[in-house]
């Protein structure tokens, strides 16, 4: 039997859990930043700003570090993949939330890390759950019902529509997932990596914009703009370290950690936008946090 890849199996030591943790502490608070400007510069015209902003600083920091740029490495197929995925993602959920609530929209998303660790049975076999660790993602996942509600059936087509393409965008997160860990993007830097996610994304959320008559009405505030910086600078940062892990780590065990990025968006609604916190949000945090500890617990 071929020897299975560390990579595939690894559980993350304390220093990357505290690395996943950071990452998705600032993915929680670029919810609030998209809120904050979304009056002024509507969300797919922020994703296509972000991303184009963020692709010219990962340019410069490649050829600063001299990396190769060019797609002579073979990662050209798997790049344009993963980044089309990455950019539909973004279209899916900025779309779908006008049919579906964000509330429901959270928990379709977050499917993602059961899509993952389906999907690793059959690229990676080693990386299999056991009994403890489905019951973590499952207790983590029951987390999030406990934050957001468990959503009533859907109440009209329309609804319905926003749902479904919330769990496709979930799905497309995973493919990204599985196909950046699956691939030739495994090899390379992930510079890289973000570079083909962030390069293709501002093209499709461009051309979603168009289609969709976004427009700018006036000069964005001071506001405005440094919510902006914050999706560009910090966030397309931490998207380097997280394909780094990705690569570095189980994707199943990883994947599960984004069961934090929605709860520390309600802790952060409530420090920026003053946004209320229910008693429940506490028990949440405490499933959430027993979901993660079993989920990587050696098998």
Known sequence: MAEVPASHTRSLDAASMVLVVFICLTWGFNQPAVKLAIHEVPPLTQCAIRS?????????????????????????????????????EFLLIYRGLLYTTASRAVLFIYLAPFFVTIGARWFFPGDRFGLMQWLGLLMAFVGMLVAFGVPA?????????GDVMMAFAAAGWAATTLIIKASTLARVSPEKTLLYQIGIGALVAAAGAL?????????????????????????????SLWFALIVKFSASRLSAFTFLTPLFGVAAGHLVLGEPLTPAFALAVVLVAAGLILVNRPR
Not at 59 to 76: E, S
Not at 153 to 161: C, E, G, K, R, T
Not at 215 to 233: E, H
Request: glycine residues 12%.
């Open 153 to 161: 059936p859907a109440s009209s087509p329309d609804q319905l529509l």
């Open 211 to 239: 289609a969709f008559g976004e427009r700018i009405a006036a000069m964005p505030s001071a506001v405005a703009l440094g919510s902006l910086a914050y999706q560009t600078l910090v966030v397309g940062t931490t998207f």
């Open 52 to 88: 184009a902003l963020a692709t010219l600083m990962v340019l410069g920091i490649m050829r600063w570090r001299g990396l190769q740029i060019a797609a002579r490495d073979g990662t050209l197929m798997a790049g344009l993949m993963a980044g089309a995925l990455f950019g539909l």
